[in-house]
């Protein structure tokens, strides 16, 4: 009976979603084969946080840098294989009778972070808070300028996690901005943020409730304050990397397979990812760096190991790591460098 490889995966533009997707996983891990992929959401509730914490073995992860970053921290037994860094939109909005325009506006003002208390690591208060922090500094302002308003939210995280859409446009009608977004409309906050695809969604089905005063995607070129919660990180189990390491190089021929398809397939590309987030393919087009389609190779760039750094940086000046990760030491590039030799194609660093 084969092993199982268990992967998890965010909602966000990945190789791994496209690979699910598409089948690739089990092509290249046929049946009777030593190994079997599959989704860890087969597991259950009971094993549902082992996408934030990694503690299951036998398991590889991608997506957003902030879950990974704080279980390492914390002394999870993982390896970083790979990452990949797509800049997306990163909105601010405010109500459009508040006679707000832009961020010099918001001096003073109340601007919204949603917090999830019963998550083990609040990726997206720490989402929400970098946001706030970038996009004032893109516009020669700081977070001393404006008052942070915590927005409790009760939903269900799980739920967005590993999604299952087999179309596009199909998702809840509810948004993972909705308690912030009910917060302005009730004029608790002037302002909130979105990013990714969930701000054109926003601005596609609430166009009467909100006005645009900035997106870092068109705002500014650095880079740095465009990273939230990126670059992402592909990682596997400790365990599986030292007792099965030729499973990990294959695992990640699948994702280098998934981008090279994707790189030369854009509208295929783009109605598969609007299926993988439950948006519009035209939400797709307008939420990424044009060329979205060509970033999603697996690498260990030294411009994505910075960016990397700079989203830990973020984490450990405001206290959401318990202690700064090695990243050197965490990295192993010798699974990628085979992988990619396998599949004949220059070592992406």
């Known amino acids: 009976m084969p092993n199982t490889i268990w992967y998890t995966r965010c909602p966000v533009p990945t190789a791994s979603g496209l690979a699910f997707q598409r089948q690739l996983f089990g092509a290249e891990f046929k049946g009777g084969d030593d190994f079997e992929v599959r989704n860890i959401r087969e597991l259950g509730r009971e094993q549902a946080d082992s996408h934030f914490d990694h503690t299951l073995g036998n398991s590889c992860r991608e997506g957003g840098a902030i879950p990974p970053l704080w279980a390492r921290a914390r002394g999870a037994d993982t390896v970083m294989v790979g990452l990949t860094f797509v800049s997306d939109s990163i909105c601010f909005y405010a109500r459009p009778d508040s006679g707000l325009r832009s961020m010099h506006d918001l001096k003073g003002k109340r601007v919204a972070i949603g917090v999830r208390p019963y998550l083990m690591i609040d990726f997206i208060k720490i989402n929400g808070h970098k946001a706030w922090d970038c996009g004032l500094r893109a516009h020669g302002m700081t977070l001393d300028d404006v008052e942070l308003v ?60 909100l006005r645009l005063l900035s997106d870092l995607l068109h705002d500014t070129d650095d880079l740095e304050l465009r990273v939230n ?4 990180i ?50 797709i087009e307008h939420s990424y760096v044009p060329d979205y389609h060509q970033q999603l190779w697996p690498n260990l760039t030294a411009r994505n190991l910075h960016l990397l750094q700079t989203q830990q940086d973020f984490m450990v000046r405001y206290g959401y790591l318990p202690a700064p990760v090695d990243l050197g030491a965490w990295q192993d590039a010798s699974f990628l460098q085979q992988a990619y030799a396998r599949e004949r194609l220059p070592w992406a660093a």
């Open 150 to 209: 915590e927005i409790e939210v009760r939903d269900d995280m799980h739920a967005h996690i590993n999604p299952n859409f087999t179309r596009p446009g199909e998702r809840a009608k509810v948004s993972m901005m909705q308690a912030e977004l009910d917060a302005l409309a009730r004029g608790e906050v002037d302002a909130i943020w979105c990013k990714g695809c969930e701000c054109r969604w926003l601005e596609r089905t609430c166009p009467d409730r």
């Open 229 to 232: 919660a990126n670059p992402r």
């Open 234 to 283: 592909v990682t596997v189990s400790g365990n599986l990397a030292r007792e099965n390491p030729h499973a990990v190089v294959r695992y990640l021929q699948v994702l280098i397979r998934s981008a090279r398809w994707a790189s030369e397939h854009r509208p295929e590309t783009a109605a598969l990812l609007a299926t993988e987030l439950g948006v519009s393919v035209d939400d």
